[in-house]
């Protein structure tokens, strides 16, 4: 009956089908989690525009970071530095601001001082030296967050509630880097805990550290399981992996 249909063979390839359908699964990923920041601006009464989404890249290929940021995704976190600098060395005609959210050795200091725009997990005084001798004088300075272990772990990185505002007078004493705020990974929400709690304590911390004259504009906390909640408590960055990339793959970057 449909005696035409071999005729009209599609002009597209299943490579390009199935990246197709990839950027559609991306573009509906950014949507949904814009679409969560926004309702949960809207309960807190702030504005959206105060949110910065960070996608956590690490492990996703250099396609997938691409068709984001060709979405209008601009921050993307790693938390590899021989991964991240594969990455930026695929990506460098783009426009990416790139942050450094993992633990930072003391050996990979200067490759992330060197390529970086943001690190976000400064938790001991050495590396904010090593940071600050090590970036280029030729870049701006390294916007810097001190990672703070808000719920008291043993076993999680972080620098100690009360020992914060000796870290903050060190960090913005230091040439080549600029402070830009805290930030948290408090326990995982359970039964047990609420992190709305967590996350209220570093929002006094933050709040309390601006009252006393530091010049500070980001406080970045809360994931995809969690991100209303530090919304809800002052947040002004969350960082999302799979709710926008999908699982994460083997670790291959093509």
């Known amino acids: 009956m449909f005696l035409f249909h071999d005729l009209y063979t599609p002009d597209i390839t299943i490579d390009q089908a199935l990246t197709s359908c990839k950027m559609n699964n991306l573009k509906v990923n950014l949507d949904n989690i814009c679409t969560r920041v926004a309702s949960a601006c809207n309960k807190a009464g702030r504005n959206p525009a105060e949110i910065t989404i960070l996608a956590v890249s690490k492990r996703h290929s250099v396609e997938r970071i691409s068709a984001l940021h060709d979405l209008g995704q601009a921050a993307f976190g790693e938390n590899y ?30 490759e992330v001082a060197q390529h970086f725009q943001w690190v976000q997990s400064v938790d001991r005084i050495k590396i904010l030296q090593r940071l600050s001798s090590q970036r280029p004088a030729n870049l701006p300075d390294l916007n810097i967050c001190i990672q703070v272990n808000i719920d008291l772990e043993p076993q999680k990185a972080g ?50 550290l601006i009252k ?43």
Do not use: C
């Open 81 to 110: 530095v021989q991964e991240a600098l594969l990455k930026m060395k695929h990506l460098a005609n783009r426009e990416i601001h790139w942050h450094f959210i993992g633990p930072l050795q003391s050996n990979k200091t200067r």
């Open 159 to 208: 620098v100690m509630p009360g020992r914060v505002v000796e870290f903050v007078n060190t960090a913005i004493s230091l040439p080549g880097l600029r402070l830009r705020g805290l930030m948290a990974i408090p326990k995982a929400v359970s039964e047990q805990h609420d992190p709305s709690e967590s996350y209220a304590r570093m929002n006094s911390l933050f709040q309390g």
């Open 212 to 254: 006393d004259g530091v010049d500070l504009d980001t406080l970045s906390m809360g994931m995809s399981a969690d991100l209303e909640a530090a919304i809800m408590h002052g947040s002004t960055m969350v960082r999302i992996g799979t709710d926008l990339f999908g699982p994460r793959p083997d670790g291959s970057l093509n």
